[in-house]
């Protein structure tokens, strides 16, 4: 079972860099504050109103009646319309904190070198960036409308006392260090509760997150009894977490209470022997004892201000830390105007951390502009990481990579990237139209978008869809086929129309006529486009100008299919064993 966490940043500094997104809209919070002032200056006339009707009111023709319920109503209706205006007011903070909140938390994460997704989970992304920063928004929000709603007629009414007696006032705030104390041991335990219940909810969030991309795994492994063992012992450590904290957190209210009715008990006995003493009239003593009560009601309020409080910067230590990520290193400065598509890479050496062996070790390599050039060789020989390498996504230990003669590192990232256009293997789609995943991020052409799926062979599967171009594709084109998703991913390179494309397994789901109309396609784009074409399928690649064969991170043979099939060496070998197959 996970343990508390213990490494945490103090809760006071998550406090500051939340106030930065706060700051922008400070006019919100001040306007808030005024209104709840306005509220709090109607309290203390509550018992003053008391001590006149108790004072004055039974002496007859002191003043008329009927003022009475019109003062009353008054009050209450002034007190009603200021709480309203803060409320509302606070609401408009909140929401433009929240949109900004999230807009940089996405921004860390579009931003976020490329190793981080690695470990990152998607469903902890979705939590941190979608749903903790309302959380934690809308709880500082409601503590501080308890604070401005209860502090300030406290403080409102603190004052009144001190003038009606400031002996009996002053005693009872003797009961205020010890509260104190108690508040913060209780805080330091919801602290340490909260963090770990933060902890395992994230841990239950990766959990359904999985299940839910995996689900074809699970049911062919017949393992959905192992699935619910591991959902429910997670799902029990966040069940443990909260009830701990929500324990730590109900210790608050009690003691404070037990706390305060023990001075409230001495002043109220205190006041009646003064009262005796003194002689003074009922109504002064009723708006004294009216007056500590209400006192008491609001200190009680402001008593539970440390749970919401406490629980927001909790959540908000694990959402900000996506802010601590680091960036992608792009110290480029050029952007390249025209693009020939000219690659080469010298001496280059690859290290992943942790790997016992490099993944490209001092490899020289050279794609030739509006040839094609093919990739082959067993997993792990190095295919992808030339790839990573090519798009930035990685960067040498050793040697470098030039782009039409210019070191990639010196490009910025976006023009770098805008040269090519990549379809893997390992498909990704947008829960959007079959139109906007072809035109990602580019203005919508309605040419460009039937050459494009002319071309991957789906023109005529689009038209049979109900709405056409506009018909959505699911969450990652879960409506489609696999032969269709990948069609789809490769009409999306054409639409690109970039100088450079990599085409890593890029037919590997297609039919042998599908296939066939793709590769036709491309072909017509020979000696146009630099393509990098890696597969296994060595039929796709035999029309490529120069073949490479790679092995362990370097360079084993290269030449055309018929130049390495006399060869007689590697790759003569691996087309034996196709055909064989």
Known sequence: MSQPPTDREPLSATARRLAVYLKPHGRGVVLTILAYIGAACTEPLIPQLLKTVLGEGFKANSF????????????FAARGL?????????????????????????NALLKADARIYTSLQPGTAVTKVVNDPQQIVA???????????????????????????????????ITTPVMAVVVKRVNARVRRMGSWAYDAQLRLVNKVDDLTRAWRVVRSFDAADHEREQFAARAREVQRATLKTAAANALTQPVSQLIASIGLSVILSLALLQARQNQSGVGEFAAFIAA?????????????????????LITA???????????ENDRG?????????????????????????????ALDLRFAAGQTTALVGASGSGKSSIVNLLLGFAEPDEGQVLLDGAPINELTRASLRRQFAVVSQDIVLFDASVADNIAYAQPRDAARLEQALRAAHLWDFVQTLPEGLDTTVGANGSKLSGGQRQRLAIARALYKDAPI???????????????????????????RKTLIVIAHRLSTIRSADCIHVLQQGRVLESGSHAELVARDGAYAAMVQAQFAD
């Open 64 to 75: 008329s009646v009927w003022w009475v319920p019109v003062v009353l109503i008054g009050l």
């Open 82 to 106: 200021f709480s309203f205006l803060g409320q509302y007011l606070l609401n408009w903070t909140v929401s433009r904190t929240v949109f900004d909140l999230r807009a940089a938390l996405l």
């Open 139 to 173: 709880q500082l929000g409601g503590a501080l409308i308890t604070l401005l709603r209860d502090g300030l007629p406290a403080l409102a009414m603190l004052g009144y006392l001190l003038w009606l007696n400031w002996q009996l006032t002053l005693l009872s705030m």
């Open 292 to 312: 500590l009560l209400l006192l008491t009601s609001r200190l009680r309020h402001l008593s539970e201000l440390a749970q919401p409080i406490t629980n927001a």
């Open 317 to 327: 230590q694990g959402s900000l830390s996506l802010l601590d990520i680091p960036a």
């Open 333 to 361: 400065s050029r952007a390249l105007a025209e693009c020939r598509g000219e690659i080469a890479l010298q001496a280059v050496t690859l290290r992943y951390p942790g790997a016992e062996q490099p993944a490209l070790a």
């Open 501 to 527: 494309w990599v085409l890593d397994e890029a037919t590997s789901a297609l039919d042998t006529e599908s296939e066939r109309a793709v590769q036709q396609a491309i072909e017509a784009w020979q000696g």
